[in-house]
């Protein structure tokens, strides 16, 4: 039987960028598409089998541990970087200063769809979302450098919309325009999750 379930929500893919190297510069630069095979985009400073394990798993693994690469795709929708752009005075949001590799539009609170969630183009090129991103202060330092004086107000904005890490499923080609279907885990929520968040 299916554990997943394809939806009536699409989403359009607006903007694509690479990321060479988060550490000297979260900056991403535009690209019109990528060639996603199991390690995420050739080229990308996230791709990789495994990475070293950060502040998002401290609580599981030391900080540099070797663990399996679920976050080599930073997902992010138009509407909710449009609030953030709404909230710390900005006009015009570049997506290159979060360091995203794609920006969609269609989903509403894309940020919080369902974790093991899959967006898939018609290609068959699959992500399968880990996890909300949390927001943090590189893409603040990134738009001070850009727009100064509203770069501290980037975290704060940011929370609950700062998109999703995501993983190659299956690769493929993902362009610029093309639609992405999303697919839910076909389970209801734990009946127990508001407990063990509280624990």
Not at 12 to 20: D, M, S, T
Not at 120 to 140: H, K, W
Request: with cysteine; glycine share 8%; charged share 25%.
């Amino acid at each position: 039987m299916p554990a997943l379930k394809p939806t009536e929500f699409f989403a359009e893919i607006l903007w694509l960028g690479q990321v060479a190297d988060s550490v000297e510069d979260l900056r991403a630069q535009e690209v019109e598409e990528m060639d996603l095979g199991f390690e995420g985009f050739e080229g990308e400073c996230h791709a990789g089998l495994t990475r070293p394990s950060c502040s998002r798993v401290l609580s599981q693994h030391p900080r540099g541990t070797e663990i399996a690469n679920t976050r080599q795709i930073s997902v992010l929708s138009a509407e909710e970087l449009e609030e953030i752009s709404e909230a710390v005075g900005i006009e015009e949001f570049d997506p290159a200063w979060v360091g995203a590799s794609v920006i969609l539009r269609g989903i509403p609170d894309f940020t919080h769809v369902p974790p093991s969630s899959r967006l898939q183009a018609d290609s068959g090129a699959t992500l399968v979302i880990d996890m909300e991103n949390r927001p943090c202060v590189l893409p603040g330092r990134v738009i001070e450098k850009e727009m100064p004086g509203h770069g501290k107000a980037f975290k704060a904005a940011a929370t609950g919309k700062r998109g999703v890490t995501a993983w190659v499923e299956r690769p493929g080609v993902i362009r610029v325009g093309d639609i992405l279907r999303l697919h839910i885990p076909d389970q209801p929520v734990w009946e127990h999750l508001d407990s063990a968040r509280n624990t």
